[in-house]
């Protein structure tokens, strides 16, 4: 059974700093591309980012040069560095991948960023 598990999030202040993780289990987790996504009140979950199983990151526009996307195909995890958070960066993140056909979606994780 794949399982994604996040940890992490919570609430700061604009500009300030949080790190996203998620445990993957059921997998063989380096073969697969793993992306993180976000959905924002009244609006669409879309793409934050996507790491390769070698670990080639890319960025949306609204993530480059502020977020970091990880992986440690050691331990499973990924991860999500975010600084300089804005307001507009409040939303649901969820860790994603695809496997055997499927798609397998974290539980989500609350980012609150105030002004």
């Known amino acids: 059974q794949v399982r994604l598990v996040q940890s992490g999030g919570g609430s700061v202040q604009a500009g300030g700093s949080l790190r996203l993780s998620c445990a993957a289990s059921g997998i063989n987790f380096r073969l697969y591309n793993m992306s993180w996504y976000r959905q924002r009140a009244g609006t669409e979950r879309e793409l934050v980012a996507t790491?390769?199983?070698?670990?080639?990151?890319t960025y949306t526009d609204s993530a480059k040069g502020r977020f970091t996307i990880s992986r440690d195909n050691v331990w499973n995890t990924l991860k999500l560095q975010m600084n300089n958070l804005k307001p507009e960066d409040t939303a649901v993140y969820y860790c994603?991948?695809?496997?055997?056909?499927?798609?397998?979606w974290g539980q989500g994780t609350l980012v609150t960023v105030s002004s």
């Open positions: 994603h991948t695809r496997a055997r056909g499927s798609e397998f």
């Open positions: 790491i390769t199983g070698g670990g080639s990151a």
